[in-house]
């Protein structure tokens, strides 16, 4: 077994200069401000596993070495991805042993790497992914789920052991239509010798014919191992019922997400309609407060009624006030 990650080194990768990241075995969280690195350290792991991008786009611009990660595993294996204008290549460490260098071509990726990282595309996820299994569509889901619990595994097992075993079944019929002709053979032999000589004929086809039986018993114990396992996957009927049932619930979720979001996009517009009329409203105040305010001035200045230029006794003047100031 591989193991997990031990640790993360980033050398002049992107904004670190030489940054160390022990992981702990359960659940390791990096925090910090925008822009200090943080999404880097998913890069670099992502870097190393699929050798993308190509070229010099993850070296730091004040890098007066190569680029290098480091990911160190528990099982002991220490991995590095060392790039620079003129070094491209991995190492793989062990112990005190001679490292082993690999050197890049294109996008290939060392086998003995990717075996000792064993990870997968849904292993390493970026901030800017979407939600894992939520994102995809529905067959590819239960692609996913089907390899998470091994269900296509049983099954394989036992489509090839009824074709080994149909080929074997095969030429054992082969062989007893050999030995028939033998016998005929042998039933019209004169002589001794050549008696003999058939006799030997007939024992070195019963050897095949063992030898073919005992082949067919080990395919039948196989096969009846492989239905054992596929009776075994059987017994998860209920984890793949509530894999559909998740299934199904995520695709509600995903339609309840579009419904908020449309009706997310309709408030947001109400909400602008909404904010000029209010500031309509308060340029209207405004004027009305200044009329009303003119309107005062000049029945104090004159004692004229503003509309019909006639003078006000007191009670008119309180009458028209209170109309204005209603």
């Given at each position: 077994?591989?193991?997990?990650?031990?640790?993360?080194?980033?050398?002049?990768?992107?904004?670190?200069?030489?940054?160390?990241?022990?992981?702990?075995?359960?659940?390791?969280?990096?925090?910090?401000?925008?822009?200090?690195?943080?999404?880097?350290?998913?890069?670099?792991?992502?870097?190393?596993?699929?050798?993308?991008?190509?070229?010099?786009?993850?070296?730091?611009?004040?890098?007066?070495?190569?680029?290098?990660?480091?990911?160190?595993?528990?099982?002991?294996?220490?991995?590095?991805?060392?790039?620079?204008?003129?070094?491209?290549?991995?190492?793989?460490?062990?112990?005190?042993?001679?490292?082993?260098?690999?050197?890049?071509?294109?996008?290939?990726?060392?086998?003995?790497?990717?075996a000792l990282l064993n990870l997968a595309d849904y292993n390493v996820r970026g901030q800017h992914d979407g939600p894992y299994l939520v994102a995809d569509r529905r067959p590819a889901v239960a692609r996913t789920l089907n390899n998470l619990v091994g269900a296509g595994a049983a099954d394989e097992?036992?489509?090839?052991?009824n074709i080994e075993i149909q080929t074997v079944g095969q030429a054992v019929a082969q062989l007893g239509i050999k030995?028939?002709?033998?016998?005929?053979?042998?039933?019209?032999?004169?002589?001794?010798?050549?008696?003999v000589e058939g006799v030997e004929l007939v024992k070195g086809l019963v050897d095949e014919y063992h030898?073919?039986?005992?082949?067919?018993?080990?395919?039948?114990?196989?096969l009846e191992r492989a239905l054992e396992l596929q009776e075994v996957l059987s017994l998860d009927a209920d984890l793949?019922?509530?894999?559909?049932?998740?299934?199904?619930?995520?695709?509600?979720?995903i339609k309840e997400h579009e419904a908020l979001r449309r009706w997310g996009s309709k408030l947001s517009v109400l909400a602008i309609q909404g904010q000029q009329a209010s500031d309509y409203l308060e340029v209207a105040e405004s004027k009305l407060a200044w009329a009303k305010g003119e309107a005062t001035k000049i029945i104090d200045a004159t004692g004229d009624c503003p509309i019909c230029d006639n003078k006000l006794g007191d009670t008119g003047r309180e009458r028209l006030m209170g109309w204005i100031f209603k």
């Amino acid at each position: 077994m591989p193991g997990y990650i031990d640790y993360i080194r980033l050398i002049f990768f992107q904004s670190h200069r030489d940054t160390t990241i022990s992981l702990h075995p359960g659940v390791t969280a990096i925090t910090g401000e925008s822009d200090v690195g943080k999404s880097s350290v998913v890069r670099a792991i992502k870097w190393v596993m699929t050798n993308r991008p190509k070229g010099l786009g993850y070296c730091s611009d004040f890098a007066d070495g190569p680029t290098e990660v480091h990911i160190a595993l528990t099982a002991g294996p220490l991995i590095k991805r060392i790039r620079s204008k003129d070094i491209n290549r991995y190492e793989i460490h062990i112990g005190d042993d001679k490292p082993k260098v690999f050197d890049t071509v294109k996008f290939d990726v060392p086998k003995p790497v990717l075996a000792l990282l064993n990870l997968a595309d849904y292993n390493v996820r970026g901030q800017h992914d979407g939600p894992y299994l939520v994102a995809d569509r529905r067959p590819a889901v239960a692609r996913t789920l089907n390899n998470l619990v091994g269900a296509g595994a049983a099954d394989e097992a036992v489509r090839l052991s009824n074709i080994e075993i149909q080929t074997v079944g095969q030429a054992v019929a082969q062989l007893g239509i050999k030995v028939e002709r033998k016998d005929l053979a042998i039933a019209g032999f004169q002589g001794a010798g050549d008696l003999v000589e058939g006799v030997e004929l007939v024992k070195g086809l019963v050897d095949e014919y063992h030898r073919l039986g005992s082949r067919t018993i080990a395919l039948s114990r196989g096969l009846e191992r492989a239905l054992e396992l596929q009776e075994v996957l059987s017994l998860d009927a209920d984890l793949i019922q509530g894999a559909r049932a998740l299934l199904d619930r995520l695709d509600e979720m995903i339609k309840e997400h579009e419904a908020l979001r449309r009706w997310g996009s309709k408030l947001s517009v109400l909400a602008i309609q909404g904010q000029q009329a209010s500031d309509y409203l308060e340029v209207a105040e405004s004027k009305l407060a200044w009329a009303k305010g003119e309107a005062t001035k000049i029945i104090d200045a004159t004692g004229d009624c503003p509309i019909c230029d006639n003078k006000l006794g007191d009670t008119g003047r309180e009458r028209l006030m209170g109309w204005i100031f209603k």
